[in-house]
Structures are given as C-alpha cells and as structure tokens.
C-alpha cells in the first residue's frame, strides 16, 4: 500500500528514495508509524511505503528488501536471535523511547466490589463469574489478536487455574469488551497492554501474577510468572540501516514517550483522524521533537 512521497526540502542535502515499514496490528504502533512516515514524506521526500504485517511476517521481509524497519517490538528474543545473529538480515536500532507492559487486567467496577481480585490466587474463587459460551465450565480469559506476544495458556495451565484462553481476534475487539464490560458491569479478566490510549478512557487494574524475575519466562511450556517490563525497540533491515541516508537516520532517531504515543494513538481511535493528520497535528504541535530526530537543532 505505497503512498506518494510528499514535498519537504530532504533532497536538498541527500536523496531519500523509497522507505518501507511495517505495520504491525495494533494502534499504538500504527501511531508510530503514522509520525515516523509523516516525517520522513514532508521533512525528508521520501516515499513511504506501508505494509499490514504481524510481526514474525513483518521480520521476513529484512532478508527480502520488502521490509525497512519494525518500529515497536516487544521483547521477541527468539526472532532477535533468528534473523539478527543467525541470518544476519535485521540490526538493533535502539529505543523507540516507550515502555511496555503486558498482564491481566479487569475492569474497575469489579475491583470496588471484589477488592482481593487482583491477587491470581483469588481467580479460581471468581472463575464461576467469567464463564461464557466459549470456555463451557470454566472462566475466560479473553486475549486479542493471535499474533500478539501472549503466554496466557502456559500460565493459566502451570498456574492450576480454572480458565480458558479465549481471542477476541483483534484490539478493537479486545477495547470494544472492556469497555461493555465495564459500562454493563459485566464480569471480564483479558490481556491488556501499555502504552494504550484506552486507558485514559477506562482505567482498568491489572491482576497481580508471581513476580518476574529474568529468566521466569526462558521456557515457554512451563511459564509461571507475569510478563517482563519491556524497552520496546526498533528493529531494522541491515541493508537498509548499512546503506546509511535520511531514513535511517530518522529510525535511528525517533524517540518518544508513552503519554506521546498515546495521544496520537487516541487521535486515529477515537477522534477518527486519518493517521496522516493524526501525524501531521501532532508534529505541528511537537516541532522541536521532530527537529531533534533530524538533527536541525546543530545544523
């Protein structure tokens, strides 16, 4: 899905050519992006290319030139080790500047009346509560979109919980939950995520899992404790990051905060701005951002 380059003067100094990211499934990334190529369209006339892909997808295409750059990654120590050590086709581009944190959470009207669950000690008291037609006898835990980094199975197994990992099938449909659940007071426990402009809007609790400690988490099968904080990062193609010029620079400079995702993030969800003027308004108001990224300030 390619789109025009815009104007901006990039070609005054080095010509920027085509640029190529993905876009993984999930608004907040979607926010990157739209700022990332906003900037590089006006500030440096490239032409931006943007591809709907999940993410193991998305790290393929470093090896095939079809993909510049993933600008939110979470963790995924095994694709790192895949394609950046063995195949040599993806590089580090460091921070994007956000934390992320992934857990259980549930809505605020259940904590007023259930206090003690957020402890997952408590969860098998309350299973009956979370039952629906698709986990029969037990309760659900609802999950998002399949692609997402998710050890829910493994922790509701190895934790002797009585529930069954349901997926909403996508964020929305994740949001579009919580929020019912919330305004029905309906009983609801599902994997959530910060940075999510959704929890402006309602500000759900998370259920306190065992502690992480580095190394809980190594084998997959027998994962028992919560999610681990994650420095989300920027993973690029080594061709492109090697090959040097306005572009790479840019990924290797962006850098923002959550409350910046965020804001952007509930301008495309929310406001139902296009993520081009989601991007534009926001650059408009954060200049001296951008112009850090582009190195104006030294120039």
């Known amino acids: 899905m390619g789109e025009d380059s815009g104007g901006g003067g990039g070609g005054?100094?080095?010509d920027c050519g085509e640029f190529n990211i993905a876009i993984n499934p999930w608004v907040g990334y979607e926010a990157d992006a739209a700022v990332v190529a906003y900037v590089a369209e006006n500030d440096l006339g490239c032409a931006v290319n943007k591809k709907d892909l999940k993410e193991e997808v998305a790290w393929q295409g470093f090896g095939t030139g079809e993909v510049d750059v993933v600008l939110e990654n979470?963790?995924?120590?095994?694709?790192?080790?895949k394609y950046i050590e063995d195949q040599k086709t993806g590089v580090r581009a460091g921070s994007t500047g956000n934390t992320g944190t992934i857990g259980w959470y549930v809505p605020p009207w259940m904590v007023e009346e259930h206090p003690d669950i957020t402890d997952y000690k408590n969860l098998n008291k309350y299973a009956n509560l979370f039952r629906t037609s698709e986990s029969g006898n037990q309760g659900q835990l609802l999950d998002g979109d399949p692609s997402f980094v998710t050890?829910?199975?493994?922790?509701v197994k190895n934790l002797k919980l009585d529930f069954k990992v349901v997926y909403a099938g996508s964020e929305a449909a994740l949001i579009q939950s919580f929020r019912q659940a919330e305004k029905d007071r309906k009983p609801m426990l599902g994997y959530f995520y910060e940075p999510q402009w959704f929890l402006l809007e309602v500000k759900l609790v998370k259920v306190d899992l065992p502690p992480y400690t580095p190394g809980c988490d190594a084998d997959a099968e027998k994962?028992?404790?919560?999610?681990?904080?994650y420095d989300l990062d920027k993973i690029a193609s080594k061709k492109f990051m090697d090959a040097g010029g306005p572009a790479a620079d840019l990924v290797?400079?962006?850098?923002?905060?959550?409350?910046?995702?965020?804001?952007?993030?509930?301008?495309i969800a929310v406001d139902d701005m296009s993520p081009e003027d989601a991007a534009k308004k926001w650059v408009e108001d954060n200049r001296d951002k951008v112009d850090a990224w582009l190195d104006k300030s030294s120039s």
């Open 12 to 14: 005054a100094q080095e």
């Open 74 to 81: 979470w963790g995924h120590d095994d694709l790192k080790q």
């Open 151 to 155: 050890n829910d199975a493994a922790l």
């Open 223 to 229: 994962v028992a404790c919560d999610y681990p904080p």
């Open 252 to 267: 290797k400079n962006f850098n923002w905060t959550n409350d910046d995702q965020n804001l952007v993030a509930k301008y």
